[in-house]
């Protein structure tokens, strides 16, 4: 997968204060001094001291973790019991002596790379994690650690729900393979959830079915939510009503269940109920829903036009002859015109072959019906953003991902390209 990249640092012959990031700049070397110019040079009667300049984002002070209060037990064991206590800084302090007592040790890595992660700290625990995995790449501590920080912890991306999706898969395997239970259902609830946010809910229903079975008879909302989440994304939509149902008492994922029934009766044409689940997910949960930002029919188109008349002259002669089109929603026959069916929560559609394949229209068609369209969901979009601005770049965004269908371009070129 994908590892960050070094910077290049070009250096001077000058000694760098060791805190030098090479992020920052090169050092500045002294120009050489000339015979003529120690000649001209009045002479000091005595060394000036060197300033002490003050930190800086690059050169920060060291603060030093707090020594390890171990009462008694190993540093692990005391690291686990802080941890466990949300203590994370002492956690932290007592993962840090056991990593360091023990280099090899891939248990005491992860333990400090999860007492990083709580604390916010994502880029020593991404290296910390990295540095369990080298050591072990079959510790199922590991594994589970970097599995729900990728998939869970950290802000969901294609590069994120990607690692945490191997490591949860690889961690799934070794667990079955060492019969331990327990580890495995763990790892198959977050395969299911990175299989979910990577737009493959088809294997993300299969996880959460497994997982399910595998709690004999216990309850388990993580999975039940996993598989709603699943079912709708792949337009079951009478199953998936009652997948959410269930979920409605939920302290944790009622607001979601709201969303996605308002979502579903929406669908139905139920506008007054689905509004009434909406307002409820929203006062659940005001910052996962806030209000949508909706334009007028009319307002929208406009923004469309706009947006088309912004492209770059190339694109423009590209989709010129294809119409662009806008619709509230995606209509259940065009998400289910491809296997697994598209996600109804899609921002726009191209519809036809690429510009390099023959178009002709439809069998059953009218004759002046284009083979070839575009569609932006103004219903979709609006509950996408937070802003008027961000609306209108979303658009704009939109736009670019079906114009890169209409040239050839698969979901996964395009979002190589940022247009996810």
Request: with cysteine; net charge negative; proline share 7%.
């Amino acid at each position: 997968m994908l590892f960050r990249l070094l910077a290049l640092v070009a250096f001077c012959s000058c000694k760098q204060n060791e805190n030098h990031h090479p992020e920052t700049a090169a050092c500045a070397c002294p120009a050489p001094v000339t015979s003529a110019e120690a000649v001209k040079a009045p002479p000091t009667p005595e060394a000036k001291t060197p300033v002490q300049k003050e930190p800086t984002v690059a050169t920060p002070h060291v603060t030093p973790l707090a020594t390890c209060e171990t009462g008694g037990k190993l540093p692990l064991e005391a690291a686990r019991d802080f941890f466990d206590r949300s203590e994370f800084e002492k956690a932290l302090s007592c993962a840090a002596q056991a990593s360091a007592l023990f280099p090899n040790d891939s248990v005491a890595h992860t333990e400090r790379a999860n007492a990083l992660a709580a604390l916010g700290r994502d880029e020593e625990a991404k290296m910390a994690y990295a540095r369990a995995l080298a050591v072990d790449p079959d510790s199922l501590d590991a594994l589970m650690g970097s599995a729900h920080f990728y998939a869970v912890t950290l802000p969901s991306t294609r590069e994120n729900d990607e690692l945490g999706s191997l490591y949860a898969e690889r961690g799934l395997d070794i667990a079955n393979a060492q019969k331990d239970e327990d580890s495995a259902v763990q790892m198959g609830r977050i395969s299911a959830m990175a299989f979910n946010d990577l737009g493959q809910p088809q294997d993300a229903l299969e996880r959460a079915d497994w997982v399910l079975e595998h709690v004999k008879g216990h309850l388990d909302p993580d999975a039940s939510y996993e598989k709603a989440l699943a079912l709708f994304e792949l337009c079951r939509f009478g199953e998936a009503k009652g997948a959410f149902t269930s979920l409605l008492g939920d302290a944790e994922r009622g607001a979601h269940a709201h969303h996605h029934l308002g979502l579903l009766l929406e669908r139905e044409g139920k506008l007054k109920d689905a509004e009434k689940h909406f307002t409820t997910a929203r006062e659940k949960s005001k910052d996962d829903f806030p209000e949508p930002v909706l334009l007028t029919e009319d307002e929208f188109r406009n923004e469309v036009k706009k947006a088309i008349a912004k492209l770059p002259d190339d694109m423009k002669r590209d989709i010129r002859g294809v119409p662009v089109g806008t619709e509230d929603l995606p209509g259940t026959e065009d998400l289910k015109a491809v296997e697994p069916p598209l996600s109804p929560t899609i921002l726009g559609l191209f519809r036809g072959p690429p510009l390099d394949e023959q178009c002709t229209p439809e069998p059953g068609s009218a004759a002046d019906t284009p083979c070839r369209s575009v569609v932006l969901y103004r219903k979709n979009l609006a509950r996408a953003v937070k802003t008027r601005e961000e609306l209108i770049e979303q658009i704009r965004v939109t736009l670019l991902h079906e114009v890169g269908h209409l040239r050839g371009e698969d979901d996964f070129e395009l979002a190589a390209r940022g247009l996810e």
